[in-house]
Structures are given as structure tokens and as C-alpha cells.
């Protein structure tokens, strides 16, 4: 498994212009057309609807954006986000509001979808199931986006994948110059604990875990609000890069989750971020309050990558 190593870094945060935005993550329900083993029932049961009024989570959003006096970011995450009947509405009012909202999916729907979809999203990332997928509908529906932008693709590859991941990017990325494929471990339920991966599958995902053409970017359209983490010293960061060095190991450091990045769970309760570190700040129907000052991580890792941009420190009273 991925080791704890002494961090090469004392603080970590985005760079400008990703600066100049803050994220809100929101789990709309748990309606999924897959049910992953990796996966916990709370993700895809089924038995948390999807939102018919959102009205309540743009207040949130707005009065976020404002206290931070910076552009916003939704990030939509699921269940099966492309599911949701409002998703089209939604979508309309954050483009009034000039609120960027990405998309992250299993990428399970018809590839006609997908180019009709596809440019009202600032970026996708389309997670690839190897328990539930199908190889040729995705390569489609790859086909499909990389017609209309550039976009990211996630295999989550388990222990003896590996290898056949890489070379299924491999393939993907030769034939489609406007996407990149990234291989990522997986977490028993989507925890902090990865399956047990051999020490040359961890090399992979260290080493060779990003695939794309070396002219490979995002469209001009779209603003890259999260891509890539500095140091104190300037020095590049990605984000596969330390959680497969175990640099994602944070516990006792301050976060900036809440300040830069909240986060809002299918019964409308608001956290900082994923990890649910610093308790919770309120819910979508009686009320919020937002924090101002970092947290302290008490965690023994930082495994969502959302989370993991957000600032963090270590402090020399830490």
C-alpha cells in the first residue's frame, strides 16, 4: 500500500489563476444505475431522491461566494448525477449566476446525450466501473465529448487491473488526442484504506498513472479551476502523485476545507469537505453558518481529491 513519507513540503495550495475560485461539492442523491463492490449503499441505494427544489442550495451557493469574494466551482457528484430530472434547469440558473458547475459521472448515458450535454459544463470527469461498464459504449461516448471538448476520464482500477488499465489508456488516449486518462486507486467502500495493491502496481499509479498526448488540453472555453497543487517553494504537485507517495497523510495539519471548499451530503446537510472534519455546518433547510478559520485535521489520511486542494499547513506549533 502507499506508504507515510516524510512530507517534502510544509504547505500545499492551488496555484493562479485556480486561485481565484472556491469549490462546493454536492452529493444530489443516491440514485445510481451501478452498484459497485467498492462502493457503500449510502452512494447507490437509491433511497435518497434527487432534489426537485434547489432553490435553498444556490442561497447557500451565493452567500458562499460572496463571504469569499471569489468565483465559484459546483462540482456534481452522486448517485448518478446525469440522472437528475432538474440537471437541465440547474444548469441554466448557474450560468445566469456566471457559477461554473463540473460534472463527475460513470458516463452511462447515450453518447447523443453526451455531445448535446457536454459544453454546458465547465470540465467532466467520467469515472470508467470495470465491474458495470461497457468498453465500447464508453469508448462512444468518449468519442462523443472529445467531438465538443476536452475532458478527463478515471479508471478505477483494481488489484490485477492494473496493467490492463494502463494499456486500455493507453489505447483511448491514441485514438482520442482531447482526452486524458488517469488510473486511480481504489478504497475498500470508498474509505481510507486502498485494496492491497503490489508494490510494482503502486509504482504505476506513482509513475505512469496519467495518460495523454503531449498537445493535450483543456478547450479554450473552459477555465481550469483545479488541476495541480504547489509548495512553499513553487515546486508541482499532482494530486495522484501524493497520495501515491502517501504525502496525502496529513493528520495535525491546518485545512482550509470550509473556507475554499464545502461540501453538501444527499439530506442537505453541510460539511467542509468530504472527510466531514470540523463537524457540520448546517443544513439546507434550517440553516448554516459558515466558518473562517482552518482546521486542525484529525484525520489519518486525505483521500478525496477535492479535499486534497483545498490549503493545508503544518504549522510550527503543530
Given amino acids: ?40 449503499p449510502e452512494l447507490h441505494g437509491g433511497d435518497q431522491a434527487f432534489p426537485q427544489d434547489y ?34 434547469a440547474f ?29 454546458r459544463f465547465n470540465q467532466i470527469g467520467l469515472s470508467y466501473h470495470t465491474e458495470f461498464a461497457s468498453q465500447d459504449h464508453f469508448t462512444q461516448v468518449i468519442e462523443g465529448i472529445t467531438q465538443v471538448k476536452s475532458f478527463v476520464v478515471y479508471i478505477l482500477a483494481l488489484p490485477n487491473q492494473v496493467q490492463w488499465a494502463a494499456e486500455l489508456a493507453q489505447s483511448w488516449v491514441s485514438r482520442f488526442p482531447r482526452v486524458m ?31 495523454y498526448q503531449k498537445d493535450y488540453s483543456l ?16 515546486l508541482t504537485y499532482r494530486v495522484r502523485e501524493i497520495v501515491a507517495n502517501g504525502y496525502h497523510r496529513l493528520k ?22 468530504t472527510c466531514r472534519e470540523g463537524g457540520r455546518l448546517g443544513n439546507l433547510t434550517s440553516g ?4 473562517s478559520e482552518a482546521v486542525v485535521c484529525g484525520k489519518d489520511s486525505c483521500v478525496c481529491q477535492r479535499d486534497l486542494y483545498s490549503q493545508k499547513e503544518r504549522r510550527a506549533s503543530d
Fill in 1 to 40: 500500500m502507499s506508504q507515510k513519507k516524510q512530507h517534502p513540503f510544509t504547505s500545499l495550495r492551488v496555484p493562479s489563476p485556480q486561485d481565484q475560485y472556491v469549490t462546493m461539492g454536492w452529493e444530489l442523491g443516491n440514485k445510481c444505475n451501478y452498484s459497485c463492490s467498492y462502493c457503500v
Fill in 219 to 234: 478547450s479554450p472555453e473552459v477555465i481550469e479551476t483545479r488541476k495541480w497543487l504547489i509548495d512553499e517553494n513553487d
Fill in 91 to 119: 444548469l441554466d440558473d448557474c450560468k445566469q449566476r456566471e457559477i461554473l458547475v463540473d460534472l463527475t459521472s460513470n458516463g452511462s448515458r447515450k453518447p447523443e446525450w453526451w455531445v448535446a450535454m457536454a459544453s
Fill in 55 to 88: 432553490s435553498r442550495f444556490l442561497e447557500l451557493a451565493v452567500e458562499f461566494q460572496r463571504k469569499s469574494q471569489k468565483k465559484l466551482a459546483i462540482e456534481l457528484v452522486g448517485g448518478e448525477p446525469t440522472l437528475w430530472a432538474q440537471l437541465g
Fill in 288 to 291: 448554516w453558518r459558515l466558518p
Fill in 181 to 211: 486518462v488517469i488510473l486511480k486507486p481504489v478504497r475498500k467502500n470508498f474509505g481510507e484504506e486502498f485494496y492491497p495493491y503490489s508494490q510494482e502496481e503502486w509504482e504505476v499509479f506513482r509513475t505512469r498513472s496519467g495518460y
Fill in 252 to 273: 495535525g495539519w491546518h485545512c482550509s476545507a470550509g473556507i475554499d471548499n464545502i461540501h453538501v451530503t444527499t439530506d442537505g446537510d453541510i460539511w467542509r469537505a
